[in-house]
């Protein structure tokens, strides 16, 4: 595919979903942003082996005229926008189920951990998708107190319905150790003092 092309649908998908990403968040409880936070951190950490180490530790810096690293970053985002599409046609199997309910649950932290990651992924190429990324992670980073909790319900997820809470990473499945961290920290770039707080 040309770039132009690549180019024309990534900020198409961007434009899309940068207005819904916040708002989304906005509705879910401190222990459920926790659990988004852990697949928003694994979606990025997973890109990380695959697009390189940019990917995941500055995602929202990038040499433009780098013509092969911005194709590559092209083929991230419509990655995220293929899976968020893929996310989407459950929707209405989950419609109308309890609030409580383990399924739904997963579906709310897919949906809006792929939206944070995209969001991140493509801030270089759209500023709604710069301004929905800082303000994602600056909410999440409000759960990590939630850490704890979040964790105990994706392994239970895991346990019943034997299936990896978030993505694997390099090929690996996810360990309680490994979901502490992603549920308790925030990508590199945001790790900043805490009088400033995330940028």
Known sequence: ????????????????TAPLVVPRLSTLAPVEKAQVLAVANAFMVAGGFVYGRNFSHSPMTLDLRDEEKVEQRYDAVLEFASQLEQIGQVASKVDGLRVDDPKLAAFKRELSGCEVAMMTAGAVFHEGARRAAIDSWRSLSKSIPFAGDAVRLLLLYQKTHSLDPVVRIN?????????????????????????????
Not at 1 to 16: I, N, P, R, Y
Not at 177 to 193: E, G, H, I, Q
Request: glycine content about 6%.
């Open 1 to 16: 595919m040309f770039s132009f092309v690549k180019q024309k649908k990534v900020l198409a998908a961007l434009g899309e």
């Open 171 to 199: 090929g690996k499945a996810p360990d309680a150790a490994l979901l502490l961290s992603l549920a308790s920290t925030l990508p590199p770039m945001f790790v900043v003092p805490k009088s400033s707080g995330p940028r």
